[in-house]
């Protein structure tokens, strides 16, 4: 079974520029996550999808990031314009479905992104 | 906020056992513990989760105090590939969130 794919793995930009991130979860997983890893922390989530609709935006800063996942597979995370603070490994991870407690979370390997 | 407190830093031989604790005095009923472990320059990885009754599985075995307040993972017999960052959750029922904290960096030495 194929995992969760991300693109790219590695991004440099300067600030303000903007860029996007891409994921592709493990097939026939309904809920899609965001997550970004600042350098010595734990991941923090920023966007939760159920299919298409979205489930928890509470932590995402909506001022300068935005999220899709518009036919429920794939979902593409953008920031813009790019603070330095940005700066962090961007993770996506799927599980089958919402709520079920059994359901576990499986990630991808991250895009990591530096903001000079 | 995370809901739980675990030591910042552990060091295990290869082949011997690693306990790694995890304090979590504030839990509910309804929540579980979920550990996780992130590999350097790896996204997480599901390791066991468990309510109240200690649980094993290929991975790893979970043991939960009888008072829920605090539990332990344990390795059997930990490689070097084990080395990574371990992170204990406590997951509310019927929800999706995983609230990470800074987690315990395992270090397996030969």
């Known amino acids: 079974e194929a995992g969760v794919a991300q693109s790219p793995r590695y991004k440099i930009i300067e600030k303000r520029q903007s860029v996007a991130f891409w994921c592709n979860p493990i097939?026939?997983?309904?809920?899609l996550y965001w997550y970004q890893q600042i350098l010595g922390q734990g991941p923090k989530l920023l966007i939760q999808f159920q299919n298409n609709g979205v489930v928890d935006d509470s932590q995402l800063p909506k001022d300068r990031f935005s999220a899709e996942r518009l036919k429920g597979v794939d979902s593409t995370l953008k920031i813009q314009p790019a603070k330095l603070e940005d700066s962090a490994v961007y993770l996506c991870a799927s599980s089958l479905t919402l709520g079920r407690i059994t359901d576990t979370q499986y990630f991808g390997p991250g895009t990591r992104l530096t903001v000079l | 906020d995370a809901k739980t407190t675990q030591p910042t830093s552990m060091d295990c031989a290869e082949g011997r056992a690693a306990n790694l604790p995890c304090n979590h005095s504030?839990?509910?009923?309804?929540?579980?513990v979920y550990w996780y472990r992130q590999i350097h320059s790896q996204g997480p990885q599901y390791i066991i989760h468990g309510l109240k009754n200690n649980e094993t599985n290929e991975m790893a075995s979970l043991i939960i105090t009888e008072d829920r307040k605090s539990s332990t993972l344990i390795l059997p017999h930990a490689t070097l590939r084990d080395t990574a960052v371990y992170y204990c959750?406590?997951?509310?029922?019927?929800?999706?969130?995983?609230?990470f904290g800074t987690g315990t960096r395992l270090q397996v030495f030969p």
């Open positions: 959750i406590v997951r509310v029922d019927n929800t999706d969130k995983l609230i």
């Open positions: 504030t839990i509910s009923g309804n929540e579980y």
């Open positions: 097939s026939g997983h309904a809920t």
